[in-house]
């Protein structure tokens, strides 16, 4: 996904017909289309997982090196006591 920073558009891919009229820099580059449109494109990354799911994985995480290698279950943890967290949850 590349996405231009003239016009906001985003294109999948640059066309092979796109000439790039300038050096690139700072991640962008210039190109010039075949119908005549000038788009200043970057490389766009889409990440794998939201920020959600990678504070989710982090407490997951946390879960197995403080708790599961230690040999403890902490009051609190959902993931030591999943079954307690969702009848908490069923209560609200
Ligand atoms: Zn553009
Ligand atoms: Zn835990």
Redesign the pocket.
């Known amino acids: 996904m590349f996405a ?1 920073k ?4 985003q294109f999948e891919v640059i066309p092979n017909d796109a000439v790039p009229v300038s050096q690139m820099r700072r991640g962008y580059q210039l190109f010039r289309f075949k119908n005549g ?4 494109l970057r490389e766009v990354r889409i990440p794998a997982l939201t920020l959600e799911q990678l504070s989710a994985r982090g407490k997951r995480g946390a879960h197995t090196r403080r708790h599961i290698n230690q040999g403890i279950r902490k009051m609190g943890c959902k993931y030591c006591f999943p079954d307690t967290a969702q009848a908490e949850e069923k209560k609200l």
């Open positions: 231009c003239l016009c906001n558009q449109e000038l788009h200043d």
